[in-house]
């Protein structure tokens, strides 16, 4: 993958859609757990599988070899095969069935990448390095993770809270001061205990737009 190439930033639903993860170890895991963390329905293609795959309530394990074609009909699929002829084939495949596939640690053989990921709750925070240097994705997500804390996913639901409560009144969000209340100090607030004071500075935005 060339090293200034622009990658199209994006977040898929894939709730309820079947997805392929080819490839049976630890790396595979990882990638099964994130797929049914957003609720897919996950196919594993391996002729040997760690047990805990067999334990995932929404995965079904093919314990046998890939065969030409075995992604078409699923929404993405994943190559965690540690074999890069294997991962290679899956993605040709892919790309001919109309099918995103990522290749584990090989993003000569992507059609998209995954990040690193930060989860609070609804609150997603993602690094990507394009695929050049997933370590480096990692240690900044670390990073990340000793900074953002639970109080982020508080002020979070008390913003959405308030989003939903204008406009189920009929009116319009964007014309609220919404960095005005992040700028007010109300994370402090929450992260001390005192989330009703934080939730009055919203409520205040709702009843007084600028």
């Known amino acids: 993958m060339p090293i200034d190439e622009v990658l199209y930033p994006v977040n898929l639903r894939v709730r309820g859609h079947r ?3 080819v490839g049976g170890g630890q790396v595979a895991l990882n990638k099964v757990d994130g797929l049914l963390e957003a609720g897919a329905v ?6 040997d599988a760690v047990p805990e795959l067999d334990d995932r309530p929404g995965v079904t394990v093919h314990r046998r070899s890939y065969r030409s074609g075995d992604v078409e009909g699923y ?6 095969t540690g074999c890069q002829e294997v991962n290679a084939e899956v993605f040709r495949d892919g790309e001919a069935a109309g099918v995103w596939v990522n290749s584990a640690d090989d993003p000569d053989n992507c059609s998209f990448t995954l990040p ?3 989860r609070r709750g609804p609150l997603m925070i993602t690094c990507s390095t394009g ?4 370590a480096l994705s990692r240690w900044l997500r670390q ?3 000793a900074e953002i804390g639970p109080e982020y996913e508080a002020m979070l639901c008390l913003l959405s809270e308030a989003r939903e409560r204008i406009r189920a009144a009929g009116m319009h969000t964007e014309d609220r001061a919404w960095q005005d209340v992040l700028d007010s100090g109300m994370l402090e607030l929450i992260r001390s205990g005192e989330t009703g004071r934080a939730k009055a500075m919203i409520d205040r935005l709702v009843e007084n737009p600028s």
């Open 19 to 21: 997805c392929l993860v």
């Open 42 to 47: 996950v196919d594993v293609i391996a002729p």
């Open 75 to 80: 929404r993405l699929a994943v190559a965690a």
């Open 116 to 118: 690193s990921k930060l």
């Open 131 to 134: 695929g050049h240097s997933p």
């Open 143 to 145: 990073r990340l993770e």
